[in-house]
């Protein structure tokens, strides 16, 4: 098993997530070894500060169209205006409504820090002690990344507008990486620009209390970074 600093977390004894961090480390060595690339949305991200909201892509992204990929691969989007904070939606169809939508207590600019490591690791634990509920359905829930703690957030019952506005405006998009149009603006100015990070995400149930999602490199690109998210039931 490799070294400890591939896996930055402050629970190395929590046997759910250390159950799942191996499952990343043999993913990671598998998409080294099956192709030489990876981490392309990851590189067009981090271009972001660069692209305008009169990008050419943002006019086609509300338009209807088939889905480019026929897998049953998990959807993630990370989303979040320059000056305000990042948004973790998870679909299982990105046609269809998340499953699972929460404002992480980490500014755009936190996070865009972060992913300047080879491997970015997002931690959310849940202190209940609920077992009729399934891990996603948990409400209150600390987040971590890269070790880091960085405070509480509570997943959505409901959609904000703007949360809303993207999964709307993204409904036709598997993957990629730009700049949205706000809802009006006067947010935009206040808070910058909208910014998306969509990928596709090999889902893995460690246990009943422990799922965790890992980023599915695009063909083609750099194999320099990887993204995984955990969701651990602290017991």
């Known amino acids: 098993m490799p070294s400890v600093y591939s896996s930055p977390f402050h629970q190395m004894d929590n046997p759910a997530l250390f159950s ?16 030489g690339t990876g981490g392309g949305i990851f590189r067009m991200f981090k271009l972001l500060p660069m692209l ?20 049953h691969a998990t959807t993630g989007t990370l989303f979040g205006h320059r000056r305000g904070r990042v948004s973790l939606a998870i679909q299982e169809d ?12 980490m500014s755009s600019s936190a996070f865009q820090k972060e992913m300047a490591s080879d491997i970015v690791r997002l931690s959310l634990e849940s202190e209940t002690r609920s077992h009729k509920k399934k891990v996603l359905e948990e409400f209150v829930w600390a987040v971590y990344c890269n ?11 409901q959609m904000t507008d703007d949360e809303l506005h993207v999964m709307q405006s993204l409904r036709g998009v598997s993957m990629g990486a730009g700049v949205l ?3 009006s603006e006067k947010d935009s100015a206040f808070d910058g ?25 695009p063909e083609g690109a750099e194999n320099d970074q990887e993204l995984s998210i955990f969701f651990v039931r602290v017991h």
């Open 181 to 183: 149009p706000g809802l």
């Open 147 to 157: 070790g880091k703690k960085y405070g509480y957030s509570i997943r959505r019952k």
């Open 193 to 217: 620009e909208l910014t998306y990070m969509r990928a596709r995400f090999e889902r893995v149930a460690g246990s009943k209390d422990s799922e965790s999602f890992h980023m599915i490199n």
């Open 52 to 71: 305008t909201s009169g990008c050419k892509m943002v006019a086609l992204l509300g338009r209807p169209r088939r889905p480019l990929l026929t897998d």
């Open 20 to 35: 799942l961090l191996q499952h990343t480390t043999r993913s990671e060595k598998r998409s080294k070894s099956s192709s």
């Open 94 to 105: 990105p046609h269809r409504p998340p499953v699972f939508v929460i404002e992480l207590p």
